[in-house]
């Protein structure tokens, strides 16, 4: 059974650029979180999507946009990169409405904004 | 709002020593706890949660933590620490007004002398 996928694993972009992470849920679940992990801090959550939209966001600007596709697997999209992005992004799945108590974390991407 | 906070950015113990990590949080509902280990260069990995019923959890790899309403806490133990216990361990808190989003607390790294 395969976990929570997540690609690329590491990335390097300038400032200015947009990037796309993708992530695909653990079999079974329909719901994706996505988080930011800056270095030396906890995860802090971006958005969650289910049934292909966002259901809820947390403190992130509009330059943070998602999509979630019929299949369940998911995109986040950075616009207008700055240094202040880099971080390790983790998508987490779960399946609705067990979301509050069970979500599985994916290995992550690490980006680089230079 | 929710809150978690993690007292100790570090922690060392001798191996054989026992682990103690400390993790107090704040809801204004009863709160789903969860304990998070992340190896260098990899995701969240879960090691423990408490949704409801008996307050005292058992995880994996000899981990156990106690929910105690009256203190705000969930304190991560292990009798005995393995070099391999080496790691970042983080706590979160959700609830079902937190609409599935998990808030992390900062972090404790953990260091395993031998």
Known sequence: DAGVTQSPTHLIKTRGQQVTLRCSPKSGHDTVSWYQQALGQGPQFIFQYYEEEERQRGNFPDRFSGHQFPNYSSELNVNALLLGDSALYLCASSLFPDSSYEQYFGPGTRLTVT | ?114
């Open chain 2, 1 to 114: 709002a929710q809150s978690v906070t993690q007292l100790g950015s570090h922690v060392s113990v001798s191996e054989g020593a026992l682990v103690l990590l400390r993790c107090n949080y704040s809801s204004s509902v009863p709160p789903y706890l969860f304990w998070y280990v992340q190896y260098p260069n990899q995701g969240l990995q879960l090691l423990l949660k408490y949704t409801t019923g008996a307050t005292l959890v058992k995880g994996i790899n000899g981990f156990e933590a106690e929910f105690k309403k009256s203190e705000t806490s969930f304190h991560l133990t292990k009798p005995s620490a393995h070099m391999s216990d080496a790691a970042e361990y983080f706590c979160a808190v959700s609830d079902f007004n937190t609409g599935n989003q998990f808030y992390f607390g900062t972090g404790t790294s953990l260091t395993v002398i031998p």
